[in-house]
């Protein structure tokens, strides 16, 4: 199975500042349809994942333009440009190309 | 605007078969081209991904768990199910069934989730 690696496990951030999440995969995750299917997840606090992110870069509908997402091959960052309260908890990443489907272990966001 | 609700028993005797259903309102599972999931999350721990069912009943399953699992469709009641049998402890988690729009990119719509305990 691909193994996805993120860094850190915990973020504390100031509110208003920037964020950062690196997700490393143990395969590159260029599908043989020439797209990247590498995706992310945010769950709040007793609350279902919701999806922010699909295919490395593009943002779902309703999510806010501060989250912005990049990379390719094995290299992939969620990015946060300024913090608000409402984006604290767990942060997934998930790889669609190959199978079975596996997430990473999650990032912990909370306020400092 | 779908949603989808996971009902079933929330314990489970270990060696017995889980089951459950997710009811899809909002929309016909029977319309579109649907992939129709189950991922669980142990208390305290990340996401794993069971498997799929597209709307032409064709699946997918984790291999750790295809010897043990059942994803099914029930087009006249709106609902698709998992089964898992011979469940044992390491199976306690949180199931959530969710709807992806293509199969790689992930899934965009959640239901709440249901808590299945494996105990005698």
């Known amino acids: 199975d691909v193994v996805l690696t993120q860094s850190p496990l915990s973020l504390p951030v100031t509110l208003g500042q920037p964020a950062s999440i690196s997700c490393r995969s143990s395969q590159r995750l260029v599908y043989s349809d020439g797209n990247t299917y590498l995706n992310w997840f945010h769950q709040r606090p007793g609350q279902s994942p919701r999806r922010l992110i699909y295919?490395?870069?593009n943002r779902d509908s309703g999510v806010p333009d501060r989250f912005s997402g990049s990379g390719s091959d094995t290299d992939f960052s969620l990015s946060i440009s300024r913090v608000e309260a409402e984006d604290v908890g767990v942060y997934y990443c998930m790889q669609g190309t190959h199978w079975p489907r596996t997430f990473g272990q999650g990032t912990k966001l909370e306020i400092k | 605007q779908v949603q989808l609700q996971e009902s079933g028993p929330g314990v489970v005797k270990p060696s017995q078969t889980l089951s459950l259903t997710c009811t899809v309102s909002?929309?016909?599972?029977?319309?579109?081209?649907?992939?129709w999931s189950w991922i669980r999350q142990p208390a305290g721990e990340g996401l794993e991904w069971i498997g799929h069912i597209y709307s032409s009943g064709r699946t997918n399953y984790s291999p750790s768990l295809r010897s043990r699992v059942n994803i099914s469709l029930d087009m006249s009641k709106n609902q698709f199910s998992l089964k898992l049998d011979s469940v044992t402890a390491a199976d306690t988690a949180v199931y959530y069934c969710?709807?992806?729009?293509?199969?790689?990119?992930?899934?965009?719509?959640w239901g709440q989730g249901t808590l299945v305990t494996v105990s005698s």
């Open positions: 909002g929309g016909s599972i029977s319309s579109g081209y649907y992939y």
């Open positions: 969710a709807r992806a729009v293509a199969d790689r990119e992930g899934e965009n719509y």
């Open positions: 295919s490395v870069s």
